[in-house]
């Protein structure tokens, strides 16, 4: 099978469908091909958003996003914004990088502080919503209430 992960007989199914056949004159065929190695090209939009970067490179920024959720989940629940920017987020993308076949290349370290930024902000994302689902799931098992004083909030949380 190689380095794809799906089976010979499923491939098939996946590939891009032909392109129709459209006539081009030879004035308006490039020269030259760019090469694979070519830095990358213009990105399309804020170099903080997901949907600046190619398709290619989503893989290795999800990846790099799941790397710091796990982190913050298990080892670091509140991290400082500027360890993480300075620090954290490029060992989050090596890693990435690293784990994640076919990297297009020249997007990093070339954009390292604006994907640090979009790590950081995807990351804050993921805590906001965590916190917002432990608002919900929280009352459920526990009898808190701003009628109670804390000590009675927190004994009954102990309990």
Same mark, same amino acid.
């Given at each position: 099978?190689?380095?794809?992960?799906?089976?010979?007989?499923?491939?098939?199914?996946?590939?891009?469908?032909?392109?129709?056949?459209?006539?081009?004159?030879?004035?308006? *065929?490039?020269?030259?091909?760019?090469?694979?190695?070519? @830095?990358?090209?213009?990105?399309?939009?804020?170099?903080?958003?997901?949907?600046?970067?190619?398709?290619?490179?989503?893989?290795?920024?999800?990846?790099?996003?799941?790397?710091?959720?796990?982190?913050?989940?298990?080892?670091?629940?509140? @991290?400082?914004?500027?360890?993480?920017?300075?620090?954290?987020?490029?060992?989050?993308?090596?890693?990435? *990088?690293?784990?994640?076949?076919?990297? @297009?290349?020249?997007?990093? @370290?070339?954009?390292?502080?604006?994907?640090?930024?979009?790590?950081?902000?995807?990351?804050?994302?993921?805590?906001?919503?965590?916190?917002?689902?432990?608002?919900?799931? *929280?009352?459920?098992?526990?009898?808190?209430?701003?009628?109670?004083?804390?000590?009675?909030?927190?004994?009954?949380?102990?309990?």
């Amino acid at each position: 099978m190689g380095g794809n992960s799906l089976p010979c007989w499923l491939q098939d199914a996946y590939k891009a469908p032909a392109a129709p056949a459209i006539p081009v004159q030879a004035s308006s *065929i490039p020269s030259q091909a760019p090469s694979a190695d070519a @830095p990358p090209g213009p990105l399309t939009g804020p170099t903080t958003k997901l949907r600046a970067y190619p398709h290619k490179f989503h893989e290795v920024i999800e990846h790099a996003k799941v790397i710091s959720q796990c982190e913050c989940a298990s080892s670091d629940p509140f @991290p400082s914004r500027a360890d993480f920017l300075n620090r954290k987020s490029g060992e989050h993308f090596c890693e990435a *990088i690293a784990e994640t076949e076919h990297v @297009p290349e020249g997007y990093w @370290p070339r954009y390292r502080k604006e994907l640090g930024i979009l790590l950081w902000e995807a990351l804050m994302t993921w805590c906001s919503t965590l916190k917002a689902k432990a608002r919900e799931i *929280i009352p459920c098992f526990y009898a808190l209430s701003e009628d109670h004083t804390m000590e009675e909030n927190k004994a009954k949380a102990e309990f």
